[in-house]
């Protein structure tokens, strides 16, 4: 006997190569020590479903998608930007705001003075509105604190809100996000710290699931990105790169050298960095939310992805400086608004592309079984619901396996 049979469900599987959305009308879905015994058509059930479970849940018709998963989240963090928003809109340049102190160095100040207690708490909220909306799986990175104590400590927060939160966690240790200020400009000698000092500090608590870093002119070089990644390769790290945001420095093609669970944002990837990508089986996470905060013109190569058949996956990539956003159907309807993402390809960017990002594709995404029985109910009559509407939350139920948690 199962734990649960869930039935009068609409199932959105997610599962690829069948009807759209991989879905099910008038399924059912059964759980067992927390993960999928069992999906299918209602009809094709082997007994009643009272001899088939202990406990029997009417769906009452309801969609159920996979738990969704933000793959691409600095959700920790101490302060906000709020005053540099209003002096960007003054007409302030985000270089500007930079050297007058502002920008991600003052978000690094405010990191470095908040305790673990504070930190958890502004994280928790932000976490908190994620989760409302059927989240969960979330990554979280470090990357405010660029010095071995305080990425430490952002990264114990980020464990902390998976024990106290029905959401799993996974964590990338990103120190190489921007040199800081008492580096005086010696992005090498930063580099160093990062990897004599920092990754140790990390790995003696085993706080990091990957390694990311951000390639760009205004962060690292690639010669600076391979530093770290062969750190990250030394400790049996897997690794993810913020590439291409700003400018094509290859940094998609560089990920992909390293067989990269992910390349990041991608605006500026070339067909090559693409091909190379795909022949390496990394995921592209688009990150609409710092396209549309810092209105960036230059698409991501969506049409190459596709053609190149590269998943994509969409995060929040939750920040206070370039993506003040903790809704990730927000990011849905943007990705299908900014970059013409179909809904279906959207909603399998925040299920199975989501998942494959973190390394978890045969843990969560999908409703297949085996997998844990990570779900989300919603009140809505058609999957593209979720992309198509804006500032409406029609999650009426979240399952984390196999616990009913909302
Ligand atoms: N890319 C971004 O857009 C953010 N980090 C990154 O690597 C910006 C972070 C910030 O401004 O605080
Ligand atoms: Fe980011």
Redesign the pocket.
Known sequence: MWEQLWINARLATMEPARTPYGAIEDGALGVEDGRIAWVGPRANLPDAPAALAHQVRDAGGRWITPGLVDCHT?LVHGGD?AREFELRLEGASYAEIAEAGG??VS?VAATRAADEAALLESAGRRLDDLLKEGVTTVEIKSGYGLDAETEVKMLRVARALGRSRAVTVKTSFLGA?AAPPEAGGDRDGYIDQVIGEQLPGVMEEGLADAVDA?CEGI?FSPDQVRRVFDAAKAARLPVKL?AD?LSDLGGAALAAEYGALSAD?LEYTSEAGVAAMAEAGTVAVILPG?FYT?RETKLPPIEAFRAHKVPMALAS?A?????PITSLLLILNMACTLFRLTPEEALAGVTRNGAAALGMAQEAGTLRVGKRADFALWDIDQPAELAYRLGWNPCAGVVRGGQVVR
């Open positions: 600095h930007r920008g991600i978000t996000h951000f962060a913020h945001q944002h710092a810092l990539d920040n206070p400086g370039s993506s």
